[in-house]
Each structure stands twice: as structure tokens, then as C-alpha cells.
């Protein structure tokens, strides 16, 4: 592709200032589709609390703004779950590049805020920066779920980080600079609903500007762009045949489509194969870390009874010394 590797950091591509791309990804359940159809305003993505189903492939909607401008917003199946296989993952990935040919102006990371954030979560972001680059981390927004959970109990944002932020999203939030907003994707207030889409809307600017302009693209959205444009060309030019059957031209169509395809499908299987190396040296990773941590706990423990035990020994030694004091007095009182 071009002789760059997918090891390379993404390049940046040019971006239109009318239309901004943002893509939702995080695990099932932490509200992704609810919080993509809170920005369109519209119940346009399947809610896991709707009874039609959750997300099942990626999938894109858009919305025009009062100003004018374009948003559009693809919802991501829960590529953080690890039950999900590399295969699956790698095809939704290539999938979500499709959609956004012109590049992604931010990456929408869910959590919610009544859940607890995993050591998958932490893999599954790692697994995002072996496969596209440390750039990535440039575009990320960390966007809570929950606010009306936090609501009930009278605390803000802040007060959750500070009580139940973890190390790991700690870490998350150092990279991305602390990018971050609340949202209520319950809530029936109409000014509230507005001013968390702005505050996102205002952090998407936030990291377009801070990127030069230009949304997140790579070596993938170039060769799928410039691959699909070719098709859309030939397609064209092909109904302007003259002196071909109507047959002729069809199979032509066929053969070009079937060109676009091969290529889909062979950046697919790179994509997976990468994925698949980069999920296992995570998965070994979590293995030694928590190997590391039992190791750890068990020392811990031994330490704990070791001391528990010198406690124990040095007590007996005392009850010993009072008891031979107690009988050395009661000699003495004797022979007075």
C-alpha cells in the first residue's frame, strides 16, 4: 500500500470545515447507541434497552445541524468485548473505515458510570493503538454515560473521577488530556439534552483544531477511498459503452466489483491478522499481570502470617517472662 506498513502512524488527510465524522466504540452496555442517538436527536441506532436488539455491525447516521453543519456518526458493535473474536473485530473495523472514507474527526470512547471499568476495556484500547498508531489517541474523546445516576446521588463528574477512577482510566484520560464529558441519555430536558451535545460538539472542534484541521486517516481510508472512487468511475464510464451488449457491459460491472471486493477483502485479513497478534500478546500480558498481582498477594499473605506468627511468639515470650517474674516474687515473699 503505497510502501508504508500498518505499523505507521496514520497520516492526516484533508477535511471538509461542513461535516464532521465521529465514531462511538466501547463495550456492550455502556450505552453507545443511546449516546449516538442523543447527538442525531433521533432514535436512530438500536438501544440495548429497546426491545429491537442491540448493535449488531457497524452502522452510520447523520444529522444537519442549525448551522447548517453535517454530523455524522458511526455506532461500533462492542469491538471492547473480548469475547469477540479477531475475525469479527478486524471485519467491523475495515467496515467502519469504509463508511468513513474522508477520515474520522474524533473517536467517541464510551464508559458509563455505573459500571466497572475492566482490564478488557484497558486491552481493548491498547488493541486500538497497536492497529492504527499512538495518534490516536489525539482524537479520543472519553464521553460518561449515567449522568442521571450521578444526578440522583447529588455528584458531579468530578466528584465520581475523584471516588472511583481507576489507574487505568486514569491513563486513559492523561492521553486524550483529559477530553471528557457527562451525558444523560435518559433525561426529557430539552435544554439539557442541547448543552451536553454542544459541550461534546465543542471538544470535536477542540481536537479538529488541535490536529491541524484535518481529521484521522491512514493508509486504509486512502487505499479504500481512492479504491471506490475507481469503481464509481468505471461503473460510470461502463453505461457509456458503445458497441457492447447489454450482457458485455454487466460483466464488466461484475468483474470491476469483484476487483473492489478482492481488495476489501485482502486489507480485511491484514487488519485481522494484525489484530489477532496484537490480542494475544494483550491477552499474555493480562495473564503475567495478574500472575504478577496473585504472586504479589501471596507474598503479601505470607508476610501477613510471618508477622502474625512473630506477634504470636513474641507474646508467649512475655507471658513467659511475667510468669517467671510472678514466681521469682512469690519465692522472695517465702523465704522473707
Not at 436488539?53 to 453535517?70: A, F, H, R, W
Not at 439539557?192 to 481536537?207: D, R
Not at 495473564?287 to 502470617?305: D, F, G, V
Amino acid at each position: 500500500m503505497g510502501g508504508s506498513s500498518i505499523d505507521d502512524d496514520w497520516e492526516l488527510a484533508s477535511s471538509s470545515n461542513d461535516s464532521r465524522t465521529v465514531v462511538l466504540v466501547g463495550r456492550t452496555g455502556n450505552g453507545k447507541s443511546a449516546t449516538g442517538n442523543s447527538i442525531l436527536g433521533r432514535k436512530a441506532f438500536k438501544s440495548k434497552c429497546s426491545s429491537s436488539g442491540i448493535t449488531s455491525t457497524c452502522e452510520l447516521q447523520s444529522t444537519v445541524l442549525s448551522d447548517g453543519q453535517i454530523v455524522n456518526v458511526i455506532d461500533t458493535p462492542g469491538l471492547f468485548d473480548f469475547s469477540a473474536g479477531s475475525d469479527f473485530v478486524g471485519k467491523e473495523i475495515v467496515k467502519c473505515i469504509d463508511m468513513a472514507k474522508d477520515g474520522i474527526h474524533a473517536v467517541l470512547v464510551v464508559f458509563s458510570v455505573r459500571t466497572r471499568f475492566t482490564q478488557e476495556e484497558k486491552a481493548a484500547l491498547r488493541s486500538l493503538q497497536t492497529l492504527f498508531g499512538d495518534k490516536i489517541v489525539n482524537y479520543m474523546i472519553v464521553v460518561f454515560t449515567g449522568g442521571d445516576s450521578l444526578e440522583e446521588d447529588e455528584e458531579t463528574l468530578d466528584d465520581y473521577l475523584g471516588r472511583e477512577c481507576p489507574e487505568p482510566l486514569q491513563e486513559i484520560l492523561a492521553l486524550c488530556e483529559n477530553r471528557c464529558v457527562l451525558f444523560d441519555n435518559r433525561t426529557k430536558d430539552e435544554r439539557k439534552k442541547f448543552e451536553q451535545v454542544q459541550q461534546l460538539l465543542s471538544l470535536v472542534n477542540t481536537v479538529i483544531s488541535q490536529n491541524g484541521g484535518r481529521p484521522y486517516a491512514d493508509e486504509l481510508f486512502t487505499e479504500l477511498k481512492e479504491g471506490a472512487k475507481k469503481l464509481d468511475t468505471q461503473l460510470r464510464e461502463a453505461d457509456s459503452l458503445r458497441g457492447y451488449s447489454k450482457g458485455e457491459i454487466l460483466e464488466f460491472k461484475k468483474t470491476m466489483q469483484q476487483t473492489y471486493d478482492s481488495q476489501l477483502k485482502r486489507i480485511t485479513e491484514m487488519v485481522e491478522s494484525k489484530l489477532k497478534d496484537a490480542t494475544a500478546r494483550l491477552e499474555k500480558q493480562l495473564a503475567e499481570e495478574q500472575t504478577a498481582r496473585l504472586n504479589a498477594e501471596e507474598k503479601a499473605k505470607q508476610a501477613q502470617l510471618k508477622s502474625e506468627d512473630e506477634i504470636r511468639k513474641l507474646r508467649e515470650h512475655l507471658e513467659m517472662a511475667h510468669e517467671e517474674l510472678r514466681k521469682r516474687g512469690e519465692n522472695r515473699c517465702a523465704i522473707l
